[in-house]
């Protein structure tokens, strides 16, 4: 017997959603998804503009891509502090804000970039308006779905690679045909509809990491501040709160998996479309390689959100595995220089990521406890930010003293490859989570 269109649209919403999916759901789902690929689209774009950049303000590979870093890298250092503005603010402000300002950084870069501080001052503001939006989508996401929060992150995730595969090229269409700093406008206005990821947010409902209390760690509201001095002084308090480090050792571990990841992260996106030239392609040929790996991540994000559902993800299939073959990719886009032989490596790369990243951030709300899981979050975040603007400050530095973005690429398919012993460890660990007790202020 055949399936109606209907009949098919609601098995599938059941078997993502685990159930009829509220207009709530859909919303909050929608707005994760939309942060993401403006986001990675954009983030991505930078490679596009990078060696153009460096020649027209006439300065180093290692300031440029300290630059482009320091926007990802400040969207998640400043988690600690995205985290007191929840609870002081509500999550739909804040993500509002976030919108605003990342916008407008771009409209800025437009209007004129002619020194490196206006760089570094644009690039940063933008990085400001992207964090207020990454830790609140995230918790909005996990808020609403609970149980069904690691295949539904892994889903909205596709989007990240979407905006990978696509926003590029755009940008460079829109740079070939209005100019650098029409580009920027453009796509500055393109950014506006991240406003609508804060307007998308509906309050969940409640859900087994509520706290005591109107300024607990993972209070409920997503629009009503917390005013009270209590609320306050936990806020400020939380800010350095490292805690779930040391009450929870798997937290500790992928916490510094999820670092190692970025920080190869940011290499390879800053610098794959420079190692594209490098190996003779052209520059049109060459963005088309961030088409490949953002194909490639939508691959690695299915493969996830597969593994989730049928509960085959592990420490093995999250890290050991993807790390070791993106160690190998990143070596085949050294040695080899044929235009499908790098794409086929840079696709294989971007499923590894995709894998690799859902995974971490869907098995680590099980290596730490309820009380402490909102500000393990924070730290995660936080370390992320530092990994991915290490990765770009080191890698702009070895490309300066090599002259070639290659030995980039060689000392990140090392880091790959010194993540597997780290992984392996996770995976021989006792997972039993202990308990904590909540602490009173």
């Not at 808020?143 to 889903?155: A, C, G, N």
């Not at 590029?168 to 796509?187: D, H, K, T």
Request: charged share 10%.
């Amino acid at each position: 017997m055949c399936l109606s269109g209907r009949q098919v649209w609601r098995i599938l919403t059941h078997w993502l959603f685990g159930g009829r999916p509220t207009m709530d759901k859909w919303l909050v789902f929608a707005a994760a998804c939309l942060r993401r690929f403006f986001y990675y689209g954009a983030l991505k774009s930078n490679g596009v503009i990078l060696d153009e950049t460096v020649d027209r303000l006439d300065t180093y590979n290692t300031v440029v891509a300290g630059a482009f870093a320091l926007q990802c890298g400040i969207s998640l250092t400043m988690s600690p502090v995205t985290g007191a503005l929840l609870d002081l603010f509500g999550y739909r402000k804040t993500v509002v804000s976030g919108g605003l300002i990342a916008a407008a950084s771009y409209f800025f870069c437009g209007i004129g970039l002619d020194s490196v501080w206006q760089l570094y001052v644009a690039f940063g503001c933008s990085g400001v308006g992207f964090g207020l939006m990454n830790v609140s989508l995230y918790l909005s996401l996990l808020l609403h779905f609970e149980d069904r929060f690691p295949v539904m992150f892994s889903l909205a995730s596709v989007f990240n690679f979407l905006g990978i595969a696509t926003v590029p090229l755009v940008f460079q269409y829109m740079r070939e045909n209005y100019g650098f700093s029409g580009a920027f406008i453009l796509l500055g206005a393109l950014l506006l509809n991240l406003v609508v990821s804060g307007v998308c947010l509906r309050p969940p409902p409640s859900h087994r990491y509520s706290g005591e209390g109107d300024s607990a760690p993972g209070r409920t509201c997503l629009e009503g501040p917390s005013k009270s001095t209590k609320g306050v002084v936990r806020t400020l308090r939380d800010l350095f709160d490292l805690s779930p480090l040391y009450h929870h050792k798997l937290s500790f571990i992928v916490t510094l998996l999820e670092g190692i990841g970025f920080y190869v992260f940011s290499s390879w996106a800053i610098f794959l479309v420079s190692v594209g030239k490098s190996q003779g392609l052209s520059a049109e040929d060459s963005v088309l390689l961030s088409t490949a790996g953002g194909f490639g991540g939508i691959l690695g994000k299915v493969t996830a959100v597969l593994l989730f559902h049928f509960n085959k993800m592990t420490p093995y299939t999250a890290a050991v595995i993807p790390m070791g073959v993106f160690g190998l990719s990143l070596l085949g886009c050294i040695i080899r220089s044929n235009f499908y032989e790098l794409a086929f490596f840079t696709l294989i790369a971007g499923a590894c990521h995709g894998t690799y990243s859902s995974g971490l951030a869907g098995l680590s709300p099980f290596t730490v406890c309820r009380e402490h899981y909102k500000q393990s979050v924070v730290i995660t975040y936080a370390t992320d930010g530092i990994a991915f603007q290490l990765g770009g400050l080191i890698s702009g530095f070895l490309y300066d003293i090599f002259g070639s973005p290659l030995y980039v690429f060689g000392v990140d398919s090392i880091l790959c490859f010194c993540a597997i012993p780290l992984a392996l460890l996770w995976a021989v660990s006792d997972r039993t989570v202990k308990q904590c007790q909540s602490a009173k202020v």
